[in-house]
């Protein structure tokens, strides 16, 4: 007999069959790499491309579910690349993880980078650069396209200050409660082709002698930078220094120009001792003090660019330290030179000292990579204390 009316003919049967393989295989390819992701989540290869000038060091990490294999390096140098697979592993969620890296010679400062990749559900990526650094990340939505996170500077010489600021100024809120601030670092010079230092540099003065650092030994510095052989990423070598002592200093000694207006530092009462010391240790309180007063350096919002400096009588009772550094790295410094030539200090004595303080700031050493010996014989430079005031006066500290 004839088929049922619930039964295909076998021929008919058979093309039913095959139209709906060629179904199938086509639904197959056209699955997309997001569908595929919910299917067989909790993986993926990542790529970590430090652009940066700086290496950067595994600090800590958050692993909630999954694993890493290998490890994330312990570090990865400037100009390198990473990577690693980010598995579930026996998590029944698949992996997750924030981890923490130190940016090398910038203190404290840390990046971020973060994975949420769930067996099921859309893969999520977070991160965070610190002050003078950006970081992004492409790809990563599915186990066949690797996440690469990408970690650079925030300006073309990578002097930690944005080249925006240095096309258009920037107003910044100083953080004391008083109006934002307009700084014009066009008019002072910053250039996005150059790195750029600036420093504030106040000093303590009294009717009988002034702490102000004579401008032959602040164009001694000046002229250092500028004349150095540093050249990354940059055309060209040097590094502009801009010091602001005052509003009759020089902000251009090429053609003489002052800071005039565009100058906040400023003369500051004089005391006999900035500090004391506590077990051997400088105590910054009477400098922070100044420092974070109404109408101080901390009012100008200048912080997030220049480094802070005072030019001093003494550190503390019973010293004749030259001066001092609040970090390597860091941004605050003392030039303390009461004890020395006329209590003020020569030229040579005030430039060595202040290209020493603000080199312990930039993250140089005594003796190269490390603090000791102090006097190291074949190590030329400012930061050996042999040599501070200069290479033929062989004065220590």
Known sequence: GGPGIFEMPRRSRFAALFVLALALLTFIAAITPAAAARRAGGTVTVFFDNKSD?????????????????FVPSTIPAGSSASWTVAPC???????????????????????????LPLTGQNTFTESAPTGYVISHTGGTDPQTPVRFAFDCNSKTCDGIPDAWKLNGVSLDPGDGSPAKFIDLKKMGADVNKPDVFIQLDWMADTAHSHAIDPAAIKQVVDAFKNSPYSKRQTGTGINLHIDAGPDSIMD??????????????????????????????????FTALKNAVGGFRSTARAPIFHYAISAHKLEVGTNSSGISAGTPGSDFIVSLGG???????????????????????????????????????????MNYTYQFGLASGTTT
């Open 90 to 116: 026996d998590s029944t969620y698949g992996a997750r993880a924030t981890v923490n890296l130190f940016v090398q010679g910038e203190g404290n400062a840390t990046l971020q980078v973060g994975w949420d």
């Open 340 to 382: 020395f030539t006329n209590q003020v200090g020569t030229v040579s004595e005030q430039a060595g000292t202040l290209m020493h303080e603000l080199g312990h700031n930039l993250g140089l050493r005594h003796s190269g990579d490390s603090d000791l010996p102090n006097h190291e014989p074949q190590y030329f430079s400012v």
């Open 54 to 70: 700086r290496d950067v060091t595994a600090a800590s990490a958050n692993q909630p579910d999954g694993c890493v294999i290998p």
């Open 253 to 286: 000694f090429a053609t003489n120009t002052t800071w005039g207006t565009l100058s906040r530092a400023k003369k500051l009462t004089e005391s006999a001792n900035l500090g004391t010391k506590v077990d051997g240790m400088y105590q910054w309180d009477a």
